[in-house]
């Protein structure tokens, strides 16, 4: 069975601290993606890892990729309280006719 | 430009009634999503277009939901006979197509609430 598992699923954390959120699946998979998700809205996608090694980063935001791992890093730099918000990752592979398969969300609140 | 929209975005219906919930795409993406969303879950995959044809319907929970696009853009989700049980936020998403990789784009979504 294909399976992502996010950890944690929840997260309470202070402005300026810095966290990572981590995602493993349980596939080969070269694809990986990372979507935002604000309460009551839809889901914004922010990084797309497409190879072993991938590092993408968007102001305070880092995602990594480690294909031999079957693990991602989502990395928060001195949080901010406008990053509270629900992380979702999601991989594709062929054995999911490229479907995507999404982790449960990690729940991030950024007290100030 | 524009993104991918939904309408209604609000649905109240009784149990037992019939609805339709519609999604535009992004003009030019070819493969269209549907999946429905539980309070503090994740998306669940519903159905897969890829043009006019549904290339992935296994995510439909049973013959009550049927989705349609006929021309290639638009899509309608269909849902007969509704029960309590189908209150979600029902998201769709489109991408660009092919299996280059597979970053979807979503719209609002519609939350139907089943009295």
């Known amino acids: 069975e294909l399976k992502v598992e996010q950890n944690p699923l929840f997260l309470s954390m202070q402005e300026g601290k810095n966290y990572t959120i981590y995602c493993n699946y349980s596939t080969t998979s070269d694809r990986l993606y990372w979507y935002r998700q604000d309460p009551g809205k839809s889901l914004e996608s922010l990084f797309v890892?497409?190879?072993n090694g991938a590092v993408k980063q968007e102001g305070r935001l880092m995602a990594s990729l480690d294909t031999k791992a079957r693990l991602s890093t989502l990395h928060i730099t001195a949080a901010v309280h406008d990053l509270s918000a629900t992380y979702f990752c999601?991989?594709?592979?062929?054995?999911?006719?490229?479907?995507?398969?999404w982790g449960a969300g990690t729940k991030l609140i950024i007290k100030p | 430009g524009a993104g991918v929209s939904q309408t209604p975005s609000n649905k109240v219906t009784e149990k037992g009634k019939y609805v339709e919930l519609r999604c535009d795409p992004i003009?030019?993406?070819?493969?269209l999503y549907w999946y429905r969303q539980s309070l503090g879950q994740g998306p669940e995959f519903l159905i897969y277009?890829?043009?006019?044809?549904?290339?992935?319907d296994s995510g439909l929970p049973n013959d009550r939901f049927f989705a349609v696009r006929p021309e290639g853009s638009v899509s309608t989700l269909k849902i007969q006979r509704t029960e309590r049980g189908d209150s979600a936020v029902y998201l769709c998403a489109s991408s660009p197509g092919g299996v280059a990789y597979n970053e979807q784009f979503f719209g609002p979504g519609t939350r139907l609430t089943v009295l």
């Open positions: 003009s030019g993406h070819t493969a």
């Open positions: 890892l497409l190879s």
């Open positions: 277009f890829q043009g006019t044809g549904a290339a992935d």
């Open positions: 999601a991989v594709d592979t062929v054995h999911s006719n490229y479907q995507l398969i």
